[in-house]
Every structure is written in C-alpha cells, then in structure tokens.
C-alpha cells in the first residue's frame, strides 16, 4: 500500500483565494512526523511545514496550515491568500517513528490563476 | 538557500557512461539522502548515510553506488548509464539520524540527461 497519497494531480486556484491540497497517509506506527514540501519550476525542494502525530494543534506557517485529521489519517496543506509564485508541485512526506526513510507522495501541481 | 550544495547542477553523457554526482551537505548535518525524481516515478528515495555508514536503502539499482566521506561530503556514483536514468537527482539532509521531526534540507540537485 502507498505510504503517502495525494489524489489531486492538478489544482487551480485564483489569486487571494485559499486552496486546500490533499495528502492522506498510511502508517501503523504511534510516532510519526508529516511534511509538505514546494517544488517551483526552478526544480528546488522547499521545506514549508511539519505536523507531528502528538501535536495538539494543527501546525501553521504564515500563510500555510496544516489540517490534520489523526482518525482519517489525512494532512491537507491549506494555502491562504494565494499568490502567482504560489504556483508549484507541492509534495506530502512521513517520516515513521520506526525507521529513516521518508516516503513521499506523487504530488499535486498548483497553478494560481491572475 | 538550504545550505546544501550539489555539483555539477547539469549533466550530459551518453549510454555505458559513469558518472559521479556530489553534495555537501549543510553544517553539522550528520544524515545524507539521495534521490532520484524522474517524470514518471515521482521522487524515489535512494540510499542514506549517517555519519559516513550506510543507514537505509530504497529503489538503488546495482549499478548505482554512494558513499559518505569523514568530511561528511556525499558521492552517488551511476554507472553503465541507460536513457531511462535520465532524472533530477537530489541530495538532501539533516541534522538526526532518526525522529520524526528530523526534516530534511534538499539541496538544488543535479540534472543528469543520458543521450
């Protein structure tokens, strides 16, 4: 089974919406950590934020939020206030507690429309 | 800027080549990973090293290879270079060898084209 989903291949969004991005994942450890990172067209790899499985409150970072859902195992990467350099492929990641490898998802690419 | 650097950014060489892509990762990060991100497979983990041994092994195909230097520097090495590694390799790192919130810092990878 994949250890991280995202359902959504491609999303648009217009400028100063908020846009939710999908990431469900499948883990049978208690500890685990769940990243989302931004990939612009440049081809870099951007860490945005981290959840961890015993945070209490959902994580945020600026104009990103992390809607996590422990019992439907589900990490959605809500973005607010979209903006054009928001337009990216945004990838979901876990780390287990048990183990060093982090699984990542297919992505989601995201186009912000003017 | 992650602080993780890898050289060359682009690559050109022909089928049967080798080729050695190198990283450094960010001061005082133990951890290195590698990666392969091709069109149609996502981003596939490699290999891990943690101060200089072996760690974890993902989808590394035998003809691939890396090691960690005391420097803590990184090498993948490919070898016998089929079109199909064509791909966006990325090292990245991190400061743990394990935890979960032990995040890793991409560097800008190395663009490999096999002709």
């Known amino acids: 089974a994949q250890k991280i989903t995202q359902t959504q291949p491609g999303m648009f969004v217009q400028e100063k919406e908020a846009v939710t991005l999908d990431c469900t994942y499948d883990t049978s450890d208690q500890s685990y950590g769940l990243f989302w990172y931004k990939q612009p067209s440049s081809g870099e790899m951007i860490f945005l934020i981290y959840q961890g499985s015993y945070d209490e409150q959902n994580a945020t970072e600026g104009r990103y939020s992390l809607n996590f859902q422990k019992a439907r195992k589900s990490a959605n990467l809500v973005i607010s206030a979209s903006q054009l350099g928001d337009s990216a492929m945004y990838f979901c990641?876990?780390?287990?507690?048990?183990?060093?490898?982090?699984?990542f998802g297919t992505g989601t690419s995201l186009t912000v429309i003017p | 800027d992650s602080g993780v650097t890898q050289t060359p950014k682009h690559l050109i060489t022909a089928t049967g080549q080798r080729v050695t892509l190198r990283c450094s990762p960010r001061s005082g990060d133990l951890s290195v990973y590698w990666y392969q991100q091709s069109l149609d497979q996502g981003l596939q983990f490699l290999i891990q090293y943690y101060n200089g041994e072996e760690r974890a092994k993902g989808n590394i195909l035998e003809r691939f290879s890396a090691q960690q230097f005391p420097d803590l520097h990184s090498e993948l090495n490919l070898s016998s270079l089929e079109l199909g590694d064509s791909a966006l390799y990325f090292c990245?790192?991190?400061?743990?060898?394990?935890?979960?919130?032990?995040?890793?810092?991409f560097g800008p990878g190395t663009r490999l084209t096999v002709l």
């Open positions: 990641a876990m780390r287990e507690g048990t183990g060093n490898q982090f699984y």
């Open positions: 990245a790192s991190s400061p743990r060898l394990a935890g979960v919130k032990n995040e890793q810092f």
